[in-house]
């Protein structure tokens, strides 16, 4: 849970959570978005088996607490450095004091390691390395792994020099009490013949996240990837580093917090700049990369500087390659914003904030959306940049409708607009329109709802953007479905699907399909309405877009109750209401009451679940 990281990296439960789900073989696109939602599945997971589960290091009772099982029948070991009282007086939990290990117990790790005959041979050399290692198991064996290598070594060249490691690590910390412990790694840290290999090392100590790619690494060290890895692999069999999962690699708190103390050291405040630039240019191509990837039809370019020399590329060849990296990535992403902003890297901050909109949307996790574009507007007003505030302030918007804030996203999308305005930003100021829109059409302000689609329509026009034209198209479209018009709704949203047809736009040809068929769903055309769902089904699931496919869902099963499929209906109202509670979306309401009241539907025609302006 890395509650007590040096860097002040903690993990949060959200993260602790969708860990333990991807383990339990929950698919990337079934995992749930918010905190709560993902301890829901995760408690219904583990009810009625019998599991283990390690909660190592949490900072308190409420790191955890998200965590704990609801039903009898796991076992769940919870390990910190603070006593974690309200566990016990709330949850029942029993408390266990540990010490280090006793003086016995540290003598059977090194004789399970090295043997006992050569323990037994040079008791006062063994005694020492225990002593100076502070019973501490991960000091222990790092000693026990360089003696290991050097079996035909007596224990007491060990001691020497673990002696001598101490004595020049003394000036670092006097009177610390992991004097000692610096002194063992820094025994192991010497002991890596590669210059190379010492500096990434250090330099890892500088990423902001729990985990790490080889990409990344070879980009804090400035060297190709084919380079790196058998850096990494120095390190892993150096007991400096783990790889937990195939080329992504970790490393204990301690030995994180030594590595960033290094860097201090031996590398010179422009060398860790100049590292963490790269890092930062590394993840924020990355993502421009995969966002275009995601959606190659916006027409809102943000230039990008040009990456620093040494920086390694991503290899995303695809919308799916790009899904999974995003995936991979996440929370190390989420931690990269915050990084840039507090290391002063202001545009990396605002930028790489807005390249994981489409990503997080997708997930339907609005919370981090939220957050990311906080930390970004911040990034950019201390820039004045006017375009990076627009472009905050208008993915701050989407962010806050999402979550049901609307008051606080229409004026974050007027501030949008504003600046736009005075960026001379006419596409910017189309999609602002498009939110605004949103905010109306959810407000049941159907007019003005269709005044600024066709507003946004006429701004795409002026730009020649194809796929802001079909958006705005379809955008008409349902504002006239909602206002009863619907043979002006099917003329539009059909334009908007050819259009989006024609220049290969799959996002907007699914929203399209939608919108025609929940217009024909109003006219009492079920079975073309069933067949636009099921295009849009299609190709929604293909996008891994998780809040738009419940939203098909909900109208399919609408469409399936108006013809009396009362099983068809039941089951895509499931499957909608599965997704919504997954996000935490508030539409997971409406469809638990189509659910209760399933009987009673037969003459009531649903109001829609979606935002087809957003």
Request: charged content about 20%; overall charge negative.
């Amino acid at each position: 849970m890395r509650g007590f990281d040096p860097s002040g990296s903690v993990m949060a439960s959200s993260d602790a959570v969708r860990g333990f789900l991807t383990a339990l073989d929950v698919p990337p696109q079934r995992m749930p978005a918010s905190t709560d939602a993902q301890a829901s599945l995760y408690r219904s997971l583990l009810s009625g088996k019998r599991m283990l589960v390690v909660l190592d290091n949490a900072r308190d009772a409420e790191h955890v607490r998200a965590l704990l099982p609801g039903a009898p029948g796991c076992f769940v070991v919870v390990t910190s450095r603070r006593e974690l009282t309200s566990l016990v007086a709330v949850e029942g939990a029993h408390a266990i004091t540990l010490d280090v290990l006793s003086h016995d117990e540290a003598a059977q790790l090194l004789g399970d390691r090295l043997g006992s005959s050569r323990i037994e041979a040079e008791p006062e050399a063994v005694n020492e390395i225990i002593g100076r290692c502070a019973r501490l198991p991960l000091a222990l064996a790092i000693v026990a792994a360089r003696a290991a290598m050097h079996s035909r070594f007596p224990i007491s060249v060990f001691v020497k020099q673990l002696l001598d490691m101490q004595s020049r690590l003394n000036a670092l910390a006097a009177g610390d009490a992991f004097t000692d412990i610096r002194a063992v790694f820094s025994w192991s840290y010497r002991t890596i013949e590669s210059v190379d290999a010492q500096r990434l090392f250090r330099l890892l100590g500088l990423h902001p996240g729990p985990d790490v790619a080889l990409p990344a690494a070879a980009s804090l060290l400035g060297v190709p990837v084919v380079h790196v890895v058998p850096l990494l692999a120095e390190l892993t069999q150096a007991h400096l580093l783990a790889e937990p999962t195939p080329g992504r690699y970790t490393f204990h708190d301690l030995l994180r917090a030594y590595a960033s103390e290094l860097a201090g050291i031996h590398d010179t405040p422009a060398e860790q700049r100049a590292a963490i630039h790269r890092m930062l240019d590394h993840y924020l191509h990355a993502a421009h990369d995969g966002d275009l990837l995601l959606r190659p039809h916006q027409d809102t370019r943000i230039t990008l500087d040009s990456p620093q020399s040494g920086v390694a590329p991503e290899n995303l060849g695809s919308s799916a390659d790009a899904m999974a990296w995003f995936a991979a990535e996440d929370s190390v992403l989420l931690a990269t914003v915050d990084r840039a902003a507090n290391e002063g890297f202001h545009v990396h901050g605002w930028q790489l904030a807005s390249f994981l909109s489409n990503f997080l949307h997708r997930r339907g996790n609005w919370h981090q959306w939220a957050e990311s574009h906080r930390t970004g507007l911040d990034c950019a007003a201390r820039l004045n940049d006017v375009s990076g505030q627009a472009i905050m302030h208008r993915g701050l918007g989407y962010a806050y409708a999402e979550l049901g804030r609307l008051d606080d996203a229409h004026r974050q999308l007027e501030q949008a607009l504003t600046h736009f305005a005075a960026a001379l930003d006419q596409a910017g100021q189309a999609h602002t329109h498009h939110g605004l829109g949103g905010i109306c059409e959810r407000r049941g302000q159907y007019r003005q709802a269709l005044n600024h689609a066709r507003h946004a329509h006429d701004l795409h026009q002026s730009t020649g953007s194809q796929a802001g034209q079909a958006d705005a198209l379809n955008a008409i479209g349902w504002c006239h479905a909602m206002l009863g018009e619907h043979e002006h709704a099917l003329t539009s949203c059909e334009q908007a699907r050819i259009l989006n047809h024609e220049i290969g736009n799959h996002d907007g040809e699914a929203v399209a399909w939608d919108s025609l068929g929940y217009t024909h769903h109003q006219l009492g055309q079920h079975a073309q309405a069933i067949a636009c769902y099921d295009r849009a089904l299609q190709l929604f699931q293909q996008l891994e877009d998780r809040y738009y496919e419940a939203t098909v869902l909900t109208h399919l099963g609408d469409s399936k109750h108006a013809i009396d499929d009362r099983a068809g209906a039941v089951d895509a109202w499931q499957q909608a209401r599965t997704i919504l509670e997954e996000l935490s979306h508030a539409d997971a309401e409406q469809v638990r009451l189509k659910l209760q009241n399933v009987d009673k539907l037969a003459e009531t025609i649903a109001a829609p679940t979606a935002d087809q302006s957003l």
